[in-house]
């Protein structure tokens, strides 16, 4: 059974940083694309940029680029999104996600950590 369990979130002020991790189990991520996306309360769900496994290549939204980075780490089977320069509207429920390199649809979603900023 394939597991994404999020955590790192937490209360913090604005111009902080944060580190999330998404630790994935049951799946071999050789061929695949982890993404994260968050949600805050009202709002859609937003992308935020995902990484292809394989080759550790990174894409991201035009509303994060620049201040947050997706990494990861091949032993851990571990993604990574560094929060930087953290502002309110960053406030949000953060999830990782899972999809086959070749398809759109990503596949297995974890429950998400919460990331609230504030003064």
């Known amino acids: 059974q394939v597991q994404l369990v999020e955590s790192g979130g937490g209360s913090v002020q604005p111009g902080d940083s944060l580190r999330l991790s998404c630790a994935v189990s049951?799946?071999?991520?050789?061929?695949?694309?982890m993404g994260w996306f968050r949600q805050a309360p009202g709002k859609e769900r937003e992308f935020l940029g995902h990484i292809i496994w394989r080759f550790s290549t990174t894409v991201y939204a035009n509303s994060v680029k620049g201040r947050f980075t997706i990494s990861r780490d091949n032993v851990q089977n571990t993604v990574y999104l560094q929060l930087n320069r953290l502002t309110p509207e960053d406030t949000a429920v953060y999830f990782c996600?899972?999809?086959?390199?070749?398809?759109?649809?990503?596949?297995?979603w974890g429950r998400g950590t919460q990331v609230s900023v504030s003064s």
């Open positions: 049951g799946r071999t991520l050789d061929s695949d694309v």
């Open positions: 996600a899972v999809r086959p390199l070749l398809k759109v649809k990503y596949e297995v």
